[in-house]
């Protein structure tokens, strides 16, 4: 059982008798009040998103999924192909259930698929991926001034900000649960 | 994992967090305040419902200085302040943090609404010392700090901003719901609102109202939708006092917690109170404001994850 001040990001739930992971959250307290837990939530199976407010005294069981090892094929058109490291048998995902995994999805990437119930629902990327940025905007030299990031795009089409001197071509490390730059990668 | 840059873009933030400790400081010295330091690890903390300690060994951090600062208020040091880091659990998110930073004081022979200009007063100097006059400007909007506040009673923004009555949210246990998550957002946008009086249940150590006794003479500041700080005129009846905090005791066991052990020096103290208010300020929300930051997250050199 997970309590209201277990919610946060990308947690996993039972609402309803439907698996919801937590997209946004908000925790508020008016002064000395109770908390309140300000939730936006995408149901993992229909992909739509409602708003709830938690109070401390709400209880949730886990959400009832199995999590599978597997490999990232290849992208076709809206499908996102991936293969069970187990049995080899190949599946395909729509781009709403991978969700804001697709902006990290490398060919060849290992990842875990989540199964509620035999149907894929959701992706979970290894922590840190690296790659390449396509697309920045270049560096004037000189501008060190700390606090001065700039956007770039990187090979997935998703656009980050980083420090001024990381260049086009550089491979570059990205945290995917935050989606923030860490570092740049060398060689 | 580093992440050292974030930690540099923080700068400009932090300087305006200096700026702000500082100016406070000479703020209340130029009025005559004793600036004091009282313990941060304390035997139990005061029985309030919502509010959780952190342990400390046998002891706990305190939530707030409020408990050594009355019995000091008590014993005659009329005007004091303190700049303390405060210390509670289970609150994170873009306005909360475990460990924070309030700046708390007290006066004694004033009352709640003194203590309103009083605040009115301290933004005015720190805009002052920030070289920003009395023009702030937070998340694309553009506060006017200058006297006088707007002042709003709770019933008032009720009916003003919220989608049911005062009377109607306490019946139906909706009071704080209504108020964080349909007023707070509409409070202090153009001028600071300072709300106030607020229903006694919800105001554990505030004096009761002498014109409506279904009141506390209890306020709170709000700029640009941000909670600031909490102040009241001091209650000092003990008996009543008592009575209030076995009720938040008794809430406490409802939610599961263990009560807290009646705090019996510090009800002691409360009887020997002149006639006083104190109010405690979150100091980060106010860096916030001045470095015109959407987090709390931005205006600390760490917060817990970055440890």
């Known amino acids: 059982m997970y309590s209201a001040s277990d919610l946060r990001k990308n947690l996993r739930l039972m609402l309803d008798d439907d698996p919801y992971i937590v997209v946004d959250f908000q925790f508020v307290k008016p002064g000395k009040g109770q908390s309140l837990y300000r939730c936006k939530l995408r149901n993992m199976l229909t992909g739509s998103q409602i708003d709830r407010t938690f109070r401390e005294v709400d209880t949730f069981k886990p959400a009832d999924t199995e999590e599978k090892n597997m490999q990232f094929l290849y992208k076709e058109g809206d499908s996102f192909h991936f293969m069970d490291n187990e049995n080899y048998e190949q599946i395909a995902l729509t781009q709403e259930q991978v969700g804001d995994a697709k902006n990290f999805l490398i060919e060849n990437m290992e990842c875990k698929v989540l199964m509620f119930r035999d149907r894929p629902i959701d992706i979970t990327l290894p922590n840190f991926v690296d790659v390449l940025v396509t697309d920045a905007p270049p560096w004037i030299k000189g501008d060190t001034v700390s606090g001065n990031y700039k956007p770039v795009i990187v090979e997935t089409g998703y656009k980050v900000s980083v420090p001024p001197f990381v260049e086009q071509g550089e491979k570059i490390r990205i945290d995917t649960r935050t989606g923030e730059y860490l570092t740049r990668v060398k060689g | ?307």
């Open chain 2, 1 to 307: 994992m580093s992440a050292q840059w974030k930690l540099e873009a923080k700068r400009e933030a932090l300087e305006t967090r200096a700026c702000v400790l500082h100016a406070t400081r000479a703020f209340f010295l130029s009025r005559d305040y004793l600036e004091v330091e009282t313990p941060n690890r304390i035997p139990a903390p005061l029985p309030e419902s919502h509010i959780d300690a952190l342990a400390a060994g046998p002891w706990w951090l305190h939530p707030s200085p409020e408990l050594c600062m009355k019995r000091m208020l008590a014993a005659g040091y009329g005007r004091i302040f303190q700049i303390a880091k405060c210390y509670r659990g289970h609150e994170r998110g873009a306005l909360h943090l475990p460990e924070f930073t309030l700046l708390e004081w007290y006066r004694a022979g004033c009352d709640y609404r003194q203590l309103m200009e009083e605040c009115e007063d301290l933004f005015l100097y720190l805009s002052g010392a920030m070289g920003i006059s009395n023009r702030l400007t937070y998340r694309d909007r553009e506060i006017d700090l200058s006297k006088p506040w707007e002042r709003l009673s709770v019933k008032e923004a009720f009916d003003r901003h919220g989608s049911i009555a005062l009377g109607k949210a306490l019946e139906q246990d909706r009071f704080e719901e209504v108020l964080a998550l349909e007023i707070e957002p509409r409070l202090g946008n153009l001028k600071p609102t300072l709300l106030y009086d607020y229903p006694l249940a919800f105001a554990s150590l505030a004096r009761v109202s002498k014109d409506n006794p279904a009141f506390a003479e209890r306020f709170e500041i709000y700029v640009g939708g941000l909670e600031l700080a909490n102040g009241f005129s001091e209650l000092t009846d003990a008996k009543e006092q008592r009575r209030r905090f076995e009720k938040e005791n008794a809430l406490r066991s409802k939610r599961g917690r263990p009560p807290w052990p009646m705090p019996e020096e510090f009800l002691e103290a409360i009887s020997r109170l002149p006639e006083s208010a104190g109010i405690a300020l979150g100091v980060d929300r106010m860096v916030m404001l001045f470095a015109d930051a959407a987090s709390i997250d931005d205006v600390v050199s760490f917060t817990p994850e970055e440890l």
